[in-house]
């Protein structure tokens, strides 16, 4: 197992998984995060729960798209730790006008890692 390697793809699915907010695309999303993926966290006092395919549908509606806007991205990987074929990342990124802490719990299937679940926080 090569660490640096499997660090090095880690943190180009986080800047995938990024662009596909910033950039309202759906087949990003798609690509980020396994099939059977769940986000889930509180926005404002509701709990949300989507799977992928909802998750990437929210994001498409987004128009125009952050980056069409001319917003500056913000993404800051505070940590990524790798425990074999899994590893989890604390990222901090704005979306929305908010500022979110999200926790991406990834698996690695062959040679891909995906986000397998994402647990988000805004500050």
């Known amino acids: 197992m090569n660490h640096s390697r499997d660090r090095e ?3 180009l699915l986080i800047q995938t998984y990024f662009d596909s907010m910033f950039e309202s695309s759906k087949e990003k999303v798609g690509i980020a995060f396994h099939p059977n993926a769940i986000v889930a966290g509180v926005f404002g006092e509701q709990f949300l729960e989507m799977n992928r395919d909802e998750f990437g ?7 125009p798209s952050a980056k069409e806007n001319g917003e500056i991205p913000k993404l800051d990987v505070i ?3 790798i425990a074999g074929q899994t590893a989890v990342a604390l990222v901090r990124d704005d979306y929305l006008g908010f500022t979110f802490l ?15 679940n994402k647990l988000f926080h805004i500050e």
Do not use: A, C, H, P
């Not at 549908?57 to 128009?63: A, L």
């Not at 999200?102 to 995906?114: A, F, N, P, Q, Y």
């Open 102 to 116: 999200d926790t991406l719990s990834m698996v690695k299937t062959g040679e891909r890692w995906v986000i397998y």
């Open 79 to 81: 940590s990524i730790d």
């Open 9 to 11: 793809l880690i943190s």
């Open 57 to 63: 549908k929210f994001v498409e509606t987004k128009q």
